[in-house]
T-cell receptor
């Protein structure tokens, strides 16, 4: 079955640590996205990539980094510079840049700072 | 600056009745609009979309209406079913920018009572 796999489902981070969230897709989609969901704020775009070895900052990229070395993979690193990292993180991909058919989302990773 | 707004955080309807979820936007450059449905601890799933050249799009029980002059769109669910209980997000895109970026509203929690 094709889809997007995010791992882990739950992640706990200590203050000052970097953590990496995994996102893998086998849909052969070119475009991939990372969003963050906070209560009452909807989904906000962190980074996106339309092609391998290229990515762009979204609206809230500070404190995050990404890589796109393979078409199937788009990992997100939450660095110690991110002041409020506790949130639900969603990875998505799209075949047509998300318009006619929408994004396909993963099931998310909940990150908690302890 | 919230470019896409869902002003009703929650909505409760009786099974079999119509559910109407509303969304307002401010950016006149948006030319594609989408609705997503999300269950707790899962990623959103694409429901239906509409291009700005249309004012209505229908798919089964789901119909999206677009009023460009009012910068308003709505999702109608008829008849509503208990399984429709979820958070609904509207999203908008500047298709001409060719980035695939979606701007999401804050979400509306729909509860359909049996």
């Amino acid at each position: 079955d094709g889809g997007i796999t995010q791992s882990p489902k739950y992640l706990f981070r200590k203050e000052g640590q970097n953590v990496t969230l995994s996102c893998e897709q086998n849909l052969n989609h070119d475009a991939m996205y990372w969003y963050r969901q906070d209560p009452g704020q909807g989904l906000r775009l962190i980074y996106y990539s339309q092609i391998v070895n290229d990515f762009q900052k979204g609206d809230i990229a500070e404190g995050y980094s990404v890589s796109r070395e393979k078409k199937e993979s788009f990992p997100l690193t939450v660095t110690s510079a991110q002041k409020n990292p506790t949130a639900f993180y969603l990875c998505a991909s799209s075949i047509d840049r998300g318009l006619r058919y929408g994004y396909t989302f993963g099931s998310g990773t909940r990150l908690t700072v302890v | 600056d919230q470019q896409v707004k869902q002003n009703s955080p929650s909505l409760s309807v009786q099974e079999g009745r119509i559910s109407i979820l509303n969304c307002d936007y401010t950016n006149s450059m948006f030319d594609y609009f989408l609705w997503y449905k999300k269950y707790p601890a899962e990623g959103p799933t694409f429901l239906i979309s509409i291009s700005s050249i249309k004012d209505k799009n229908e798919d089964g029980r789901f119909t999206v209406f677009l009023n460009k002059s009012a910068k308003h769109l709505s999702l109608h669910i008829v008849p509503s079913q208990p399984g429709d209980s979820a958070v609904y997000f509207c999203a908008a895109s500047e298709g001409s920018s060719n980035t695939g970026k979606l701007i999401f509203g804050q979400g509306t929690t729909l509860q359909v009572k049996p």
